[in-house]
């Protein structure tokens, strides 16, 4: 039973309507004979009845099994920079990116939450089901470029990501413009999928 109202309200609500609804009925056909005055509030009384079964939502809501869920979004820095070691080890940045990823995804599948991996330098590159650390040879670093594809191109598909975190070193090798940064904002926000920076390095 799923009512509009509690039942506290809903139910005197719809014995003062019934009540009131039989009564102007009654009173309304009073130049009829008693039969057919009867035969009146008889259906009356029926189509109120079905008024308050209906008010009374018998059914049951269930969630559809077709919604998709919207998934994560990591993007990794694929860009040269990626290859400096920080550490006394010789460990690069795409290291530890590799490592943060493994440790995201392996949340994502404990969660049943859908993941996608996509690298990005210049441009943002195709998503991938794994991420491993490679060399990155990426000469430029264009994150709110990668951002903004990204978001256009899930947009277009009805299922923006729920959250986008993004791993980089943090070096935006090309100025980007005021306007791009307010535009990709709006997209975000409109498309209620918020962005989270990991800090690659020191």
């Given at each position: 039973?799923n009512?509009?109202?509690?039942?506290?309200?809903?139910?005197?609500?719809?014995?003062?309507?019934?009540?009131?609804?039989?009564?102007?009925?009654?009173?309304?056909?009073?130049?009829?004979?008693?039969?057919?005055?009867?035969l009146?509030?008889?259906?009356?009384?029926?189509?109120?009845?079905?008024?308050?079964?209906?008010?009374?939502?018998?059914?049951?809501?269930?969630?559809?099994?077709?919604?998709?869920?919207?998934?994560?979004?990591?993007?990794?820095?694929?860009?040269?920079?990626?290859?400096?070691?920080?550490?006394?080890?010789?460990?690069?940045?795409?290291?530890?990116?590799?490592?943060?990823?493994?440790?995201?995804?392996?949340?994502?599948?404990?969660?049943?939450?859908?993941?996608?991996?996509?690298?990005?330098?210049?441009?943002?590159?195709?998503?991938?089901?794994?991420y491993?650390?490679?060399?990155?040879?990426?000469?430029?670093?264009?994150?709110?470029?990668?951002?903004?594809?990204?978001?256009?191109?899930?947009?277009?598909?009805?299922?923006?990501?729920?959250?986008?975190?993004?791993?980089?070193?943090?070096?935006?090798?090309?100025?980007?413009?005021?306007?791009?940064?307010?535009?990709?904002?709006?997209?975000?926000?409109?498309?209620?999928t918020?962005?989270?920076?990991?800090?690659?390095?020191?």
């Amino acid at each position: 039973m799923n009512p509009p109202l509690s039942l506290p309200v809903l139910v005197p609500l719809l014995v003062c309507v019934i009540a009131a609804g039989l009564f102007f009925s009654w009173r309304s056909s009073r130049e009829l004979p008693v039969s057919r005055r009867l035969l009146l509030l008889a259906i009356r009384a029926f189509a109120l009845a079905g008024v308050a079964l209906l008010a009374l939502n018998f059914g049951s809501w269930e969630s559809p099994k077709n919604i998709l869920q919207r998934p994560w979004v990591v993007m990794v820095d694929n860009s040269f920079s990626m290859t400096v070691a920080d550490d006394g080890n010789g460990r690069m940045r795409s290291q530890g990116a590799s490592e943060s990823v493994s440790v995201i995804a392996r949340q994502a599948k404990q969660s049943g939450v859908p993941l996608a991996v996509h690298l990005f330098d210049s441009s943002l590159h195709a998503a991938q089901g794994e991420y491993a650390a490679t060399n990155p040879i990426g000469k430029e670093t264009r994150l709110a470029d990668s951002l903004t594809q990204l978001l256009q191109e899930t947009g277009a598909t009805g299922n923006p990501p729920a959250g986008v975190i993004v791993l980089s070193d943090g070096r935006q090798t090309i100025s980007t413009p005021a306007s791009l940064l307010a535009e990709l904002g709006l997209r975000a926000k409109a498309q209620q999928t918020p962005v989270y920076t990991l800090l690659m390095g020191n």
